[in-house]
């Protein structure tokens, strides 16, 4: 059962560069997140996605992008690295139904912008 | 807005002990709830979720939360806390409407003392 699955699991950036953090779930969800997750400061929700095609801005969407052309993969795109982006970025996907559904997570990217 | 307070950042028992987790939402609708708890270096993975049925709700590892809605509260409680219990500890709302988010409180980090 993979789930959600992040990569890469650890990534050091310099200031300027950029990269993409990739999520991909198998799960057939509908919904997708990307989390960050800063000392004391809980969860923040940067980007999310409730289907193929369409992506709307979280609570901190400034300094990133996201897209979802299908409905397994959501990756997060870093244009230009700063060091108030050292994080631990975390993708998660939801079942949303009846119930309540239940948030899926991967194990994260622990990313260090210097 | 939807949102979850978690007062405290930090609580210790003793193996044993009664765990007390507090979490107040604050929400337009009637909410979804839920608790995630968070190992070193892992993702989050689900507790237990609230959602319209039963107030008393019960999870995984001995742990169960009550919906208050007079308190606007869902606390989670363990009757005897377990070394294994050690971990951080989420509390987390959405809205059952469409285009639904995932929020996050700032997180409980528990500790259990010999």
């Known amino acids: 059962n993979a789930g959600v699955t992040q990569t890469p699991k650890f990534r050091i950036l310099k200031i300027g560069q950029s990269m993409t953090l990739q999520c991909t779930q198998d799960m057939n969800h509908n919904y997708m997140y990307w989390y960050r997750q800063d000392p004391g400061m809980g969860l923040k929700l940067i980007y999310y996605s409730v289907g193929a095609g369409i992506t709307d801005k979280g609570e901190v969407p400034n300094g990133y992008n996201v897209s979802r052309s299908t409905t397994e993969d959501f990756p997060l795109r870093l244009e230009l690295a700063a060091p108030s982006q050292t994080s631990v970025y975390f993708c998660a996907s939801i079942n949303l139904g009846t119930g309540g559904g239940e948030a899926f997570f991967g194990q994260g990217t622990r990313l260090t912008v210097v | 807005a939807q949102s979850v307070t978690q007062l405290g950042s930090h609580v210790s028992v003793s193996e044993g002990a009664l765990v007390l987790l507090r979490c107040n939402y604050s929400?337009?609708?009637?909410?979804?709830l839920f608790w995630y708890v968070q190992y070193p270096n892992q993702g989050l993975q689900l507790l237990l979720k609230y959602t319209s049925a039963a107030t008393l709700v019960k999870g995984i590892n001995g742990f169960e939360a009550e919906f208050k809605k007079s308190e606007t509260s869902f606390h989670l409680t363990k009757p005897s806390a377990h070394m294994s219990d050690a971990a951080e500890y989420f509390c987390?709302?959405?809205?059952?409407?469409?285009?639904?988010?995932?929020?996050f409180g700032k997180g409980i980090t528990l500790s259990v003392r010999p």
């Open positions: 987390a709302v959405s809205d059952p409407g469409a285009n639904s988010k995932l929020t």
């Open positions: 929400s337009s609708v009637p909410p979804y």
